[in-house]
Every structure is written in C-alpha cells, then in structure tokens.
C-alpha cells in the first residue's frame, strides 16, 4: 500500500524573531529529556538536555522548560536564523536505557 | 574529537539480500545505539551495545541483528531485506547509559 508519511506540525517564523517548539511526552517516569535538530541529510544535533528535577535549563540562544505536571517539553529559541531551519525533535529516555523520540516539528526561518 | 562516523553512506540493495552497516563511535564511547528512521515511523530504537554487550532491544524482528566490537565500533544487519527496510540507518554514541547520545550522519538504504 501506499506510504504514508508523518504529518509534521510545521513552525513558520520570521528572522530575528524567537520561535517556540512545543512537545508532549508520554511516560510521567522519564528522568530525562533532549533536543535534537535534524537538518537535511544529516543525522539529529544534540542542542540541549535537562533532568526531570529541573524545570528550566539555558544554552546559547536556546532554552528547555519542563512541566512534569503536564508532561510538556518546550525549546525556546531567540533571535531565530536562517541557520535555524531543521526539523526539532524532543526524546525522553525510555526504560530500556533508549530514547523515544516524539515526531518531530519543522522550523521555517524566512529572512 | 571526530564525531560518529558511519559507512557507507548510501546503499542499494534488493528484497532478499542482506546488508552490514558499520559505526565508528566518538573515541572514548563505549555506548553504541542503532535507530531505525522513515517517514512513516519516524525514529525507532532498534538496539543498543555497550561493552561488547547488546544491553538493550527495541521491537525490530531477528532479521535485525547487530554486535559490538573490543574497540566499540559497530555494526548491524539485517538479512532477507524487505521493501519497508528501506530507511536512514542512524547510529549514536554515548559514554554513558544511553543518555546524551551523538548521533552519526547515518547510512542512507535503499531496497528495490
């Protein structure tokens, strides 16, 4: 039959702009949490992580917030480029000592 | 320090060939994980060897098999290749359980 791909939530931004990727996981047990970007032909980039006894964690342009309450996961990117263009994914370790990744958000940066 | 390498980068085989794909960690790593991603699926863990030692195993069938080497490197097969094989073959590396894994650029398979 005929292949279906995933319906990736798509995030339009304007340059300069601060863009935000949101995230739902799925096991309230998870301890830990990633960011990755994937661009084009390329394998996913670690950004950033957090655990779960915190709720905020800060790199260089890119903030995770977690709220275990409701099992979001949220990457806040400022002053968004062009180079910021990629398809976002949010993981949570799984018991089996692996991550599970969600599906993944594109970023559109238009200059 | 060079990232994860793996080869080859792209392939083309046929249903019913098999096919070994190799990893090279980042130097020091000795946790090596395999994932499967599509665009139907997205990405799947298929196993994970640490220390020579396949530690973890995700739900792929037999047909998915993989080892680890004395100097972490990796590889992984898969026999009696069927269409839906056909993926990015992604690798990632980490010096600890699992966690904070780099990835590989992938190997690019193709299954016709």
């Known amino acids: 039959g005929e292949s279906v791909g995933l319906h990736l939530p798509t995030l339009s931004v304007q340059e300069g702009d601060n863009s935000i990727i949101n995230c739902a996981y799925s096991n309230s047990a998870s301890d830990y949490f990633i960011w990755y970007k994937q661009e084009s032909g390329k394998g996913p980039q670690f950004i950033i992580d957090?655990?779960?006894?915190?709720d905020k964690r800060q790199g260089q342009r890119v903030t995770v917030l977690l709220n275990k309450t409701v099992k979001h996961l949220s990457l806040q990117i400022a002053a968004t480029q062009p180079g910021d263009s990629a398809v976002y994914f949010c993981a949570e370790g799984g018991s089996q000592g692996n991550l599970i990744f969600g599906k993944g958000t594109k970023l559109s940066v238009k200059p | 320090k060079a990232g994860v390498t793996q080869t080859p980068r792209y392939l083309i085989k046929t249903r019913g060939q098999q096919v070994t794909l190799s990893c090279s960690p980042i130097?020091?790593?000795?946790?090596v994980s395999w994932y499967q991603q599509t665009p139907g699926q997205g990405l799947q863990f298929l196993f994970e060897y640490f220390s020579e030692t396949q530690r973890n195993k995700g739900n792929f069938p037999g047909r998915f098999s993989g080892r680890q080497f004395s100097n972490s490197r990796s590889e992984m097969n898969v026999s009696t290749l069927e269409l839906g094989d056909s993926a990015l073959y992604l690798c990632?590396?980490?010096?600890?359980?699992?966690?904070?894994?780099?990835f590989g650029p992938g190997t690019r398979l193709t299954v016709l």
């Open positions: 957090i655990r779960s006894n915190m």
């Open positions: 130097s020091g790593h000795r946790s």
């Open positions: 990632a590396s980490s010096s600890t359980a699992a966690l904070e894994q780099f």
